[in-house]
């Protein structure tokens, strides 16, 4: 269970979190909540093509939904994106629709692990490439050459410092088959996504990232350190997807040219040094979870609580207030309270 700020922000005032709270909790006595869940999972864990079509459609609206927002993406001139987690390729396809200069690289789980399918447009399909992989296996999210047999070479395109976008949004999924699984890989997935998104990213580049409970103690620290890497940081929950999860997505602008942007390739090092320990540490040598301590050396939980709270709660107010919002009508529609 990840460690969270809840009491000490709501301590602070903020109704928001402490209404979104109050209706998580009620929600989860509900009995009739699990039904609905299992029900959810078993689509999910079950997409045909049909469902990769409309899931598809359904992240190019997102992307356009975060891109109105915050203006992350230029209509106009030569834009080179890494999409991390792009099938089945709803992002892809609103930047390249959206600027016809617009080339991008992207990486996703191979179908036969486990991965969705891509469905990009055939008309779209020469301005990307695809490489199917697990990310969380490349040897350069290691601080040095490892030749050990689960790792493998990032591609080749993923040139380090020269993306003007970096999209990252690979969820760990229930499907996926491999030899070496662990329950902590989805705390391997973040921190490899951020390593790959930091290597990649141009000085000045931008980064849309998704997060999940702005509350929650790595949540906040990620959205510390993208804050003093970067020129802006604004957050974004969309009005048409997963609006009753604690999903939401952080955009940094100017990334590496915040107050603290000279200390990326430090930070680099920590998150790779962190990475060997969540894939090759722990008690049996087979990784472990992340805990709040490892990325103490950019923020500290106690550091956080005494720093960072005003600020966390201007970014996280608007999230839990449209979740809380949308967690209301839902109930109320499932018949739950
Ligand atoms: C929510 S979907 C991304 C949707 C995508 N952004 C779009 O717009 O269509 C998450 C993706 O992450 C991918 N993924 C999960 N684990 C991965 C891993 N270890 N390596 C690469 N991709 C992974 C999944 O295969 C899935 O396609």
């Not at 894939?279 to 049996?284: A, D, M, P, S």
């Not at 990325?295 to 500290?300: D, E, R």
Request: with cysteine; hydrophobic share 40%.
């Amino acid at each position: 269970m990840q460690e969270a700020l809840t009491e000490a922000i709501i301590d602070r005032g903020c109704v928001e979190l402490e209404r979104l709270a109050a209706l998580r909790s009620k929600g989860w006595q509900a009995e009739k909540l699990d039904e609905v869940f299992t029900r959810q999972r078993h689509t999910a864990d079950n997409a045909d093509d049909r469902l990769n079509k409309t899931w598809c459609k359904r992240s190019n609206t997102v992307m356009r939904e975060i891109d109105d927002y915050a203006r992350c993406i230029p209509p106009m001139g030569s834009v080179r994106f890494l999409d991390l987690g792009c099938c089945p390729g709803g992002f892809t396809s609103y930047v390249l629709q959206h600027n016809r200069w617009a080339r991008g690289v992207g990486v996703s789980l191979p179908v036969d692990e486990g991965g969705h399918k891509f469905v990009l447009g055939a008309h779209l399909r020469n301005r990307f490439h695809l490489h199917l992989a697990d990310m969380t296996s490349f040897f350069q999210l290691g601080p040095s050459f490892s030749d050990h047999p689960r790792l493998r070479p990032a591609p080749a395109q993923m040139k380090p410092a020269s993306f003007d976008l970096v999209l990252l949004d690979g969820h760990q999924l229930r499907t996926q088959k491999s030899d070496y699984s662990a329950p902590w890989d989805i705390d391997r997935l973040l921190i490899s996504q951020i390593i790959l998104a930091f290597q990649s990213v141009r000085t000045g580049g931008n980064m849309v990232v998704t997060l999940t409970h702005p509350n929650r103690v790595l949540t906040a620290q990620i959205l510390y350190i993208l804050d003093v890497i970067s020129e802006n940081l604004a957050t974004f929950k969309p009005r048409t997807m997963h609006m009753t999860r604690g999903s939401f997505y952080a955009i940094a602008t100017g990334v590496g040219k915040g107050a603290e942007g000279a200390k990326m390739p430090r930070m680099i090092r920590a998150l790779q040094e962190l990475w060997v320990e969540t894939t090759f540490g722990g008690e049996k040598g087979n990784g472990r979870y992340i805990k709040s301590s490892d990325l103490g050396f950019a923020i500290s939980t106690e550091e956080l609580k005494a720093t960072y709270l005003e600020r966390l709660i201007e970014l996280g107010k608007d999230v839990w207030d449209f979740q809380a919002q949308s967690l209301e009508e839902w109930f109320l529609h499932k018949g739950i309270f």
